[in-house]
């Protein structure tokens, strides 16, 4: 099975609001940045991606899909996460994709090998949910077809997500992949990448460099 990945994309100027105590706007934007170009590099590697889309009105994402070479749906109204993943979704219908991978642009350290393993893992019909690291919150999709449910991101997600999944009479599958259970939203998550990237920055080089460049206090 072959997907269709498309990855939503806020504005960055109100990117990482949660991380205003810690660093600044415009660190925060360009953080939002770099983990994007991280992200695309990513799925620039994977073998089972038919199709990437970015879907965003904001201009430095615009420009980061245009050097990653790969497509760009404008969200001009920035409505949500959500609306902006049925953006591209519904534009993954229309061209008669077979898979949806609805990603997130603040999972840096995505590997490709983990993802096509579990995008060939799928069976149709399914709804299958990425959890990221707290295990309630949904990191991303891997629908097929498509439109085999609605996205409904955010707090309580995985639950909702898994319970449209049984609605709908697909199959409501966990899947894991490790690489992305890791987003950036808190503090403790700066931390924690900041850890991760200080030991390894060749996981996410565009990241490392960013958070290289902020005054953290040093790792443990």
Do not use: W, Y
């Amino acid at each position: 099975m072959l997907a269709t990945a498309i990855i939503p994309v806020k504005r960055f100027g109100a990117a990482k609001s949660r991380l205003a105590n810690a660093i600044s706007a415009s660190s925060r934007s360009t953080l939002a940045r770099a983990m994007l170009t991280d992200v695309l590099d990513a799925l620039g590697r994977c073998e089972r991606l038919e199709r990437v889309i970015v879907v965003s009105g904001e201009p430095a994402a615009r420009k980061a899909a245009a050097e990653a070479g790969v497509e760009l749906i404008d969200d001009p109204d920035d409505a949500g996460h959500s609306q902006a993943a049925s953006l591209g979704v519904r534009a993954a219908l229309e061209a008669g994709a077979e898979c949806a991978a609805l990603l997130p642009g603040d999972c840096p350290l995505l590997r490709a090998d983990e993802l096509d393993r579990a995008i060939g893992a799928l069976r149709a019909p399914v709804g299958g949910v990425i959890p990221d690291r707290h295990g309630s919150g949904t990191n991303g999709l891997l629908l097929a077809p498509p439109g085999a449910i609605g996205p409904s991101f955010g707090p309580g997600s995985r639950e909702r997500h898994l319970e449209l999944a049984r609605r709908a009479g697909v199959e409501p599958r966990v899947v894991q992949v490790p690489s992305m259970a890791l987003d950036l939203d808190t503090e403790d998550d700066l931390r924690e990448l900041h850890r991760l990237l200080a030991a390894e920055p060749e996981l996410a080089p565009s990241t490392a460099t960013e958070i290289g460049s902020l005054d953290l206090p040093e790792p443990r």
